[in-house]
DNA sequence: TTCGTTCCTGAACAACATGTCCAGTAACTA
DNA sequence: TAGTTACTGGACATGTTGTTCAGGAACGAA
């Protein structure tokens, strides 16, 4: 039942199996279906040893989701440092490469699994961190947004966690600096200018939400 | 097992209690935790009843969400008409509208309730609709887009999907017309627009994804 | 290498949820 | 009113869950 640290060899081969074999199986066939006796199964442990690691099956995801997003933290100030001082926002190319790292797991968040609290805890915190940027920038800039900010980064959070959850999803044929360049020249400059309409073609001329 | 329209008065109230109290138990406590005894219960109606309907908790949830979906498509032809002719993108105001008055069941589907399957589905009919309709607008005017079009649509599903979410559940202030004027400008006009900002402070001035 | 500790294991257990079946009773439609 | 259909509670087999335990194996430290 202890989460922590192990120091013990047989602990870490356990708990990275039991690992695998969950991502594996979810995957497969979705969270909801598998039994536990499955993940042990795969995994090559014992039932009993399942439960003197974890309280269940959720436990164990939210094990490998916590352990994914301080992999990603554990890099970020390194990436933000290298871009910009005091940048606040999340880098988002550091973001869709540290999904190409782990695919398996980030398919497994972004689908919602689990009932989806990863999928929720991962917007939330993508959505808080743009709109505490959008704030510092615009404050630094002294312009009054034409467009709430909250209305903003719930906007752009869903831009690109529906963007990134395509691109695990399918082979788009885009690397990482392209999904990333175009999904920030979309977000900044707008509809009409992505898809090639001089300023005088708007307004409506692609006003496609009536 | 039927699960067609139904002609018997005892039918109809039946499966309407099941609906509403699945819906309810859902939002309080999500799908997963919940049992078939504890559905049956709140909607004062035999176990055994439950299984003359519905296979199951899923199908139950199926069957909801399949009404919500022909409740939406049934009136659209006439919304789409009253505005352009020939449009075959989702009149984004009338989703908005939709999702307030069932907002208790849109509250479900978009939190991707019983395995997410029915978000999936709502996601993907939106991106569909909308990168026919982006493509279809580029061609008339003969403009090349500078951003691939499946990029361009699954962005600005992502947009409208997380502004709805959002939107549905928590008590934003705006109006459905409101945040549909909002999600247009932002998403046609861009970041930089939308923030405030003059085209001479930008490239780079909102380039908060480095 | 040895030794004390920790972990893994299979088996057995109670508790619970699921899905099916049935025969009696009530509610419905025509 | 009569004939059909739906609802009901109860009982049942089945499968999953989470716990416990005692023996044996693997481990780290000395």
Same mark, same amino acid.
């Given at each position: 039942m202890d989460t922590k640290p192990a120091g013990d060899r047989r602990v870490r081969r356990t708990r990275a199996a039991l690992r695998q074999a969950l991502v594996e199986l979810v995957l497969d066939r979705g969270f909801q279906a598998?039994?536990? *006796? &499955? #993940?042990? *199964?795969?995994?090559d442990v014992g039932r009993a040893t399942f439960y003197a690691h974890y309280r269940d099956k959720e436990d164990l995801l939210v094990g490998i989701v916590r352990d994914l997003a301080e992999d990603r933290e554990r890099l970020l100030?390194? %990436? =933000?440092?290298?871009?910009?001082e005091g @940048?606040? /926002?999340?880098?988002?190319?550091?973001? @869709? &490469?540290?999904a190409e790292q782990e695919k398996a797991v980030y398919r497994v968040v972004l689908r919602g699994e689990g009932d989806g609290r990863a999928l929720r805890e991962f917007t939330d915190l993508i959505c808080a961190h743009a709109e505490s940027a959008f704030r510092a920038r615009t404050? *630094?800039? /002294?312009? %009054?947004? =034409? #467009?709430?900010?909250d209305v903003?980064? =719930?906007? $752009?959070? /869903?831009?690109?966690? /529906?963007?990134?959850? $395509? $691109?695990?999803e399918n082979d788009t044929g885009y690397s990482a600096a392209e999904i990333t360049a175009h999904l920030r020249d979309l977000s900044v400059y707008g509809r009409v200018w992505a898809t090639g309409l001089t300023p005088s073609d708007a307004p409506g001329a692609l006003d496609l939400t009536p």
């Open positions: 598998i039994t536990v *006796e &499955e #993940i042990t *199964e795969r995994a100030p390194a %990436v =933000r440092q290298a871009h910009a @940048f606040t /926002g999340l880098p988002v190319k550091y973001v @869709f &490469e540290h404050e *630094e800039l /002294g312009v %009054v947004p =034409r #467009i709430p900010l903003v980064a =719930r906007a $752009w959070t /869903g831009e690109l966690i /529906g963007l990134l959850t $395509w $691109w695990v």
